[in-house]
């Protein structure tokens, strides 16, 4: 009932009692939404940022458990240098902002990706958010950074060869279960449903192992204007599904 008291005073057909525990999200087309607006690439992200917080802080509001995001790929490297550096800075912002506000917040953060490459306050500071919020309860915010499908399933490959030569495990026993133990979303369930904005029709090397029985949603809005209404919409969408996971 208590999930009931905090139904926000939106139209919706989401059934709150019924709601994925696990929601991934491709936040794609911040360069759309500004170059619409005549203003650079960067402005984009930065309205991007904003709506990230709105919704993971919705997300924890109406009960969700987990919430993966696609912040930044291996693939995103290429892009001009300006842009990389701009991503990057505000990603330094928003960890300094959400340490500031993490006893109000309490929202769980973890980090999906090689964050080697990334500067090393960078890297320290996704390790603080980490270490902050490792014991808060509620919805865990997974941020993908660096992160690629076909880089995690290759990583998760060589740690289990490098098991395996060492001794500590043995390849003929290798199960499904064993094998997600190797990749950056250990321990945490498959997304239930993933969203995509921004009107394009691809994973883009998004989740390839943890997608296999997932729900879609694609929507053409792009993710600065994604609101608690277009969550609702996705949502519904996936309350109206039919999960078979291959049975009848
Ligand atoms: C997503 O928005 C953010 C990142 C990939 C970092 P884009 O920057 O890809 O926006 P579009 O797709 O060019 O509109
Ligand atoms: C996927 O979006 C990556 C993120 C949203 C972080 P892209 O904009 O990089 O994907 P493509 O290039 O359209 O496939
Ligand atoms: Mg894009």
Same mark, same amino acid.
């Given at each position: ?109 973890? &980090?999906? /990706?090689? !964050? ?8 320290? *500071?996704?390790? @603080?958010?980490?270490?902050?919020? #490792? ?43 064993? &094998?997600? /133990?190797? !990749? ?8 239930? *449903?993933?969203? @995509?904005?921004?009107?394009?029709? #691809? ?46």
């Amino acid at each position: 009932m208590a999930l009931f008291s905090k139904k926000p005073a939106v139209q919706t057909e989401v059934d709150f009692t019924r709601l994925p525990k696990h929601i991934a999200i491709i936040m794609d087309g911040n360069g759309r939404w500004a170059k619409k607006r005549g203003l650079p690439r960067t402005a984009g992200h930065a309205a991007g940022a904003e709506t990230f917080r709105t919704i993971a802080t919705y997300c924890k509001e109406i009960g969700i458990d987990y919430l993966t995001v696609y912040a930044f790929s291996t693939e995103n490297w290429k892009r001009p240098e300006v842009e990389v550096s701009a991503i990057m800075g505000l990603l330094k912002k928003y960890l300094l902002e959400a340490i500031g506000q993490m006893e109000r917040d309490r929202v769980k953060m973890e &980090f999906f /990706g090689d !964050l080697s490459p990334l500067t090393s306050e960078l890297r320290e *500071l996704c390790e @603080r958010t980490r270490e902050i919020s #490792r014991h808060y309860e509620g919805c865990q915010v997974n941020i993908c950074l660096n992160y690629g499908g076909r880089d995690e399933l290759v990583r998760a490959a060589r740690a289990f060869a490098l098991d395996c030569v060492e001794g500590r495990t043995d390849p003929n026993h290798l199960s499904q279960e064993q &094998f997600g /133990g190797y !990749l950056f979303s250990r321990g945490v369930p498959d997304p239930d *449903l993933v969203i @995509r904005p921004s009107g394009e029709l #691809r994973l883009s090397n998004f989740l390839l192992w943890q997608s296999a029985y997932a729900e879609f949603y694609f929507t053409d809005v792009l993710w600065p204007d994604f609101s608690k209404e277009e969550l609702h919409r996705a949502i519904a969408a996936y309350q109206s599904r039919n999960r078979r996971f291959g049975g009848v």
